[in-house]
């Protein structure tokens, strides 16, 4: 899943352990989730968005075309 959290906490001038210590997880977590290699849970996703003041939809790309596979 693409997502806007690198921009984000580089606007605010997080290191990815800073953006970690703000959510209750790990670097390695954010990590993670910034390269696309673990999608957040829903209420971490809540927990981000609440955190940025932006809607979830801002931060997060499913990357869903709205085509289905046949």
Known sequence: MKNQLKVLRAIRNWS????????????????????????????LAFKISRLFDLPIEQIFDDEYTGEQDV
């Open 16 to 43: 990815q352990a800073d953006l970690g210590e703000h959510l209750d997880v790990s670097r390695q977590a954010v990590n993670a989730i910034e390269t696309g290699k673990y999608d957040p849970s829903l209420p």
